[in-house]
C-alpha cells in the first residue's frame, strides 16, 4: 500500500491540473529551473561552509576549544562531554549527529551527558548551515543581527538543555 503513495499523488496532481487546464509540464520544468538557479545561487556558500568543518575538525582545533570551554561548563552545570556538540551543533547537523553518537556510545544513552546531548540535538538549529542556505538563496549579503541572535537563541537552549534533563530524568 505504502508503495503507491507516492505515484498516486503524482497521478492526482497531473489529474488535478487537467480538471483546471494548467500546463503542467510546463510548469514542472519552470519550477526545475527556478530550482537549478537557487542552487546555482547557493552552491558556493554551502561548499565553503563544509569546506570549513572539516578543517575545523581535522586541524583538532575543536577539541582544544572544547578543553577550554570544560571549566566554564562545569560550572554552568552542563556536562563538559557535550562540549564537542555544543561547538559543531551550529555549524553542521551531520557532524552533530556524529559527536553525539560517539558520546552516547561513550557515556551511555541514559548518562547525564547522553541525555543531555539527546535534547541538544533534538532542540538546536544548525545556525551557520541555516544562515549560508537562506541567506544565499535570497542574496542576502549583510547577515547584520541573524547571526548573533541565533547564535544566543543556541546558548539559551544548551543551558535549558542541561537544566530540563537534571530536573526531569535525574533521581
Known sequence: MSQLVIPAILCAVGLYGAIR???VY?????????????????LPSLVALLTAIAMFRASG???????????????????PETAPLLIIRPISGSG????????????GVDSYAGRVAAVMLGSSETTFYTVAIYCGAAGI???RYTIP???CADAAMFLL????????FTS
Open 21 to 23: 487546464r494548467v500546463d
Open 26 to 42: 510546463g510548469a514542472l520544468t519552470k519550477g526545475a529551473e527556478e530550482g537549478l538557479t537557487v542552487l546555482l545561487r547557493i
Open 61 to 79: 582545533a575543536m577539541e582544544w576549544f572544547a578543553g577550554l570551554l570544560s571549566p566554564l561548563l562545569t560550572a554552568l552545570g552542563i556536562p
Open 96 to 107: 552533530a549527529l556524529a559527536v553525539g553518537a560517539e558520546l552516547m556510545e561513550r557515556c
Open 141 to 143: 549579503v549583510k547577515t
Open 149 to 151: 541572535a541565533a547564535l
Open 161 to 168: 538543555a542541561a537544566f530540563a534533563v537534571r530536573l526531569f
